[in-house]
């Protein structure tokens, strides 16, 4: 398995702009978790899905924050509208049971 | 409230020395306590973890020291080694259904030196 992908790698964008993060996780895997990580605040969680369904979106931050899983195979994140304090590198990672499997990020400056 | 507290913040380590990083945690119902090892431009791999039920772990060069009645647990990497350096972080978590959220600790850069 390729492990889990995620794209764009890097995105830059201006305040105000839609951005949207992608993220395909290792088939077969139940559970799909979505990480923002940046200096001050270090690793935090966002939201997870089970089975496709959101089970905790506590740790979104804000209603311009949006995560949609529409298959086993699929899932986004979605800002908008983007602001400077966005920066950061988001990660998704999946499970089928412990352990999780991050992808490789995707580097968000908003200018 | 910080759920996981992870010290130091940084360490600097002679090659071949051993490298000890530190958590420490509040929440008694936490059941699982990973280790994540993380280099620069990629996401976090496991590295080790442990249950409540046992106070030492230990795969290859790195030993998960776990106690419970201190709620502390640390990682110990012997004879670090260059390729060793990286940030890594605790985390803590209890289990709901057969998924784990993850409560990850600040991180510790660690270096190696040659």
């Known amino acids: 398995d390729a492990g889990v992908i995620q794209s764009p790698r890097h995105e830059v964008t201006e305040m105000g702009q839609e951005v949207t993060l992608r993220c395909k996780p290792i088939?077969?895997?139940?559970?799909l978790f979505w990480y923002r990580q940046t200096m001050m605040r270090g690793l935090e969680l966002l939201i997870y899905f089970n089975n496709n369904v959101p089970i905790d979106d506590s740790g979104m931050p804000e209603d311009r924050f949006s995560a949609k899983m529409p298959n086993a195979s699929f899932s986004t994140l979605k800002i908008q509208p983007s602001e400077p304090r966005d920066s950061a590198v988001y990660f998704c990672?999946?499970?089928?049971?412990?352990?999780?499997?991050f992808g490789p990020g995707t580097r968000l400056t908003v200018l | 409230q910080q759920q996981v507290k992870q010290s130091p913040q940084s360490l600097i380590v002679q090659k071949g020395g051993i490298s000890i990083i530190n958590c420490a945690y509040e929440?008694?119902?936490?059941?699982?306590f990973p280790w994540y090892q993380q280099f620069p431009g990629k996401g976090p791999a496991l590295l080790i973890a442990?249950?409540?039920?046992?106070s030492e772990k230990k795969e290859g060069r790195f030993t998960i020291s776990f106690n419970k009645s201190a709620k502390q647990f640390s990682l110990h990497i012997m004879d670090s080694q260059p390729g060793d350096s990286a940030t890594y972080f605790c985390?803590?978590?209890?289990?709901?259904?057969?998924?784990?959220?993850?409560?990850f600790g600040s991180g510790t850069q660690l270096t190696v030196l040659p």
């Open positions: 088939s077969g895997h139940d559970y």
């Open positions: 442990i249950r409540p039920d046992v």
């Open positions: 985390a803590v978590a209890y289990s709901s259904g057969s998924a784990r959220q993850l409560t």
């Open positions: 929440n008694t119902a936490f059941d699982y």
């Open positions: 990672a999946s499970s089928y049971k412990n352990e999780q499997f």
